[in-house]
């Protein structure tokens, strides 16, 4: 019985800083790129950059 409480009490006390962190963010569009590299043909690697980016991060 002991074990379980203590258990609890730890699994407990790991949740909380998770929901003290739980907010929403926006993303702010004139300081966000979204670079991505990719390879082609098993060759070269071919880099590209999308700088229209939007959205929100839950």
Not at 6 to 25: D, G
Not at 27 to 48: N, Q
Request: no cysteine; hydrophobic share 55%; charged share 15%.
């Amino acid at each position: 019985m002991f074990t379980h409480k203590k258990t609890f009490l730890v699994i407990l006390l790991v949740m909380i800083p998770h929901f003290a962190l739980a907010t929403t963010w926006k993303i702010d569009p004139a300081h966000t790129t979204v670079e991505f590299k990719v390879r082609h043909l098993m060759i070269s690697w071919v880099k590209g950059v999308f700088t229209d980016v939007s959205g929100i991060e839950a």
